[in-house]
Nanobody, 124 residues
Framework: QVQLVESGGGLVQAGGSLRLSCAAS????????MAWFRQAPGKEREFVAT????????NYASSVKGRFTISRDNAKNTVYLQMNSLKPEDTAVYYC?????????????????WGKGRLVTVSS
């Protein structure tokens, strides 16, 4: 069993930056590939970024590539999402998720564990 707790986020003006953190409890954090998803009001939950077990491989949705960076610290059981050059369309609830399998484009149905989400609001 893995429990995921997100922190960070909040309100920022367009062009600003925020960092999300996701702390994992339980054993074998390094056995899980990690991902961030987001869900905007009235929309489906969508993939944002993913990082492999060791952090050696990452992948991003085209909408955030070049602006967001995912990373992990296995010693701290934590995964991060650094968000720069934020746009109003980035406004959403952001979720951290874990999956034993690595996929370059993970799906919501394929993830094993989920956090409760953190709201990110980008004002214009």
């Amino acid at each position: 069993q893995v429990q995921l707790v997100e922190s960070g986020g909040g309100l920022v003006q367009a062009g600003g930056s925020l960092r999300l953190s996701c702390a994992a409890s339980g054993r074998s954090f390094s056995s899980y590939a990690m991902a961030w998803f987001r869900q905007a009001p009235g929309k489906e939950r969508e993939f944002v970024a993913t990082v492999s077990w060791s952090g050696g491989a990452t992948n991003y949705a085209s909408s955030v590539k070049g602006r967001f960076t995912i990373s992990r610290d296995n010693a701290k059981n934590t995964v991060y999402l650094q968000m720069n050059s934020l746009k109003p369309e980035d406004t959403a609830v952001y979720y951290c998720a874990a999956d034993r399998a690595w996929s370059t484009v993970p799906t919501t149905s394929g993830m094993d564990y989920w956090g409760k989400g953190r709201l990110v609001t980008v004002s214009s």
